[in-house]
């Protein structure tokens, strides 16, 4: 699982990255294809956070504790929404006053990357719900199914002609009945794994449908002259089964020597990995600020060392801020 965490946690910002700057080079030319590439496969990456998730927390056959705690934890995450929203604010005020109703305008909206405070939020409200739900095999497979209907299903749905109106009426379900079957998956992962047959099927499907976003998103982008993301949304079927393949890809990876090189350095972005997430995107715009483009060299390279330095310079500032009273409990 740490292994997976420090992977995705460089995968979102590889992903943010790709995209950041998307409007300045043209769909269909070697800079826009290769960083279609590398999108598409990190688009996975949020879902299998989820999955993690799902793994840790409902997969124990004991949730007493984690669901006790579930109340408060909700309640934490919430706060930290609050507090990253008003730092993003500040950091994002034009002049050098301070416009009290647009500054009270971003704490609510939130910087983009901030819903996940919110999903996790949720997620921890229904907690205890989940746990109740998740006992049996038999219940477990029953939400996974309804889950994957109205989550995953009907969203994909959506981009096929004549039912283009659902998407407006699913975008109500973003949020946490819009992730909730990934963290189911990661539970029944977990209690019930899946046999060989089942494990060759979803890195089938997980193939197809990493094939299929990068074809799809780069067609609609060259015919609409910009770029499309309609197909790299979470909740589309492509992406559900490129991340079940990811997390069953990384089960299969021999474990690290605990006390090695390799363990240490994973084991140290997994522990920092929610702090790492919502402090990166501050990093972004300094890139911006300096006009540093994500472009600016070739996107093969480039695209990936910047993401690791603005992984490398995040974490030393959640490791730094971690040493600070009161602030330690928002990283």
Not at 217 to 224: M, N
Request: charged share 15%; hydrophobic share 50%; proline share 4%.
């Amino acid at each position: 699982m740490d292994v997976l965490k420090g992977v995705c946690l460089f995968g979102v910002i590889l992903g943010h990255l790709c995209t950041w700057q998307i409007g300045e080079i043209l769909p269909g030319t070697a800079q826009w294809n290769v960083s279609n590439l590398y999108n598409n496969i990190c688009r996975v990456c949020v879902p299998v956070f989820l999955m993690v998730t799902g793994w840790l927390v409902l997969g124990r056959r004991d949730c007493r504790q984690a669901e006790g705690k579930s109340w408060r934890k909700a309640g934490h995450f919430l706060l930290c929404y609050l507090v990253w929203s008003a730092g993003y604010a500040l950091i994002g005020r034009q002049g050098g006053g301070l416009d009290l109703p647009s500054f009270a305008r971003g704490v609510l909206q939130g910087e983009f990357h901030l819903w996940y405070l919110l999903l996790l939020s949720g997620v921890y409200a229904m907690l205890p719900l989940l746990v109740r739900i998740t006992r049996r095999r038999r219940d477990t497979d029953r939400a996974l199914l309804v889950a994957f209907a109205s989550t995953i299903l009907l969203p994909s749905l959506a981009g096929v002609p004549g039912f283009g109106w659902m998407e407006g009426f699913l975008d109500k379900f973003y949020l946490d009945t819009g992730y909730l079957f990934y963290l189911l998956l990661g539970c029944r992962m977990r209690r019930w794994p899946l046999q060989a047959p089942a494990r060759r099927c979803v890195f089938l499907a997980g193939g197809i449908g990493t094939l299929w976003s990068m074809a799809a998103t780069w067609r609609l982008s060259c015919q609409s002259g910009v770029f499309s993301d309609f197909w790299l949304d979470q909740r589309r079927l492509n992406v559900a089964c490129g991340a079940a393949a990811v997390f069953l890809l990384f089960q299969q990876i021999p474990k690290l020597p605990p006390q090695g090189r390799a363990a240490r350095i994973f084991r140290a972005l997994a522990n920092r990995s929610l702090g790492v997430y919502l402090v990166h995107v501050a990093f972004l715009l300094g890139l911006r600020k300096f006009g540093i483009s994500t472009y600016a060299l070739p996107a093969v390279w480039w695209l990936p060392v910047l993401a690791a330095a603005v992984l490398a310079a995040s974490w030393a500032a959640v490791s730094l801020a971690s040493h600070i009273p009161f602030v330690k409990r928002f990283v």
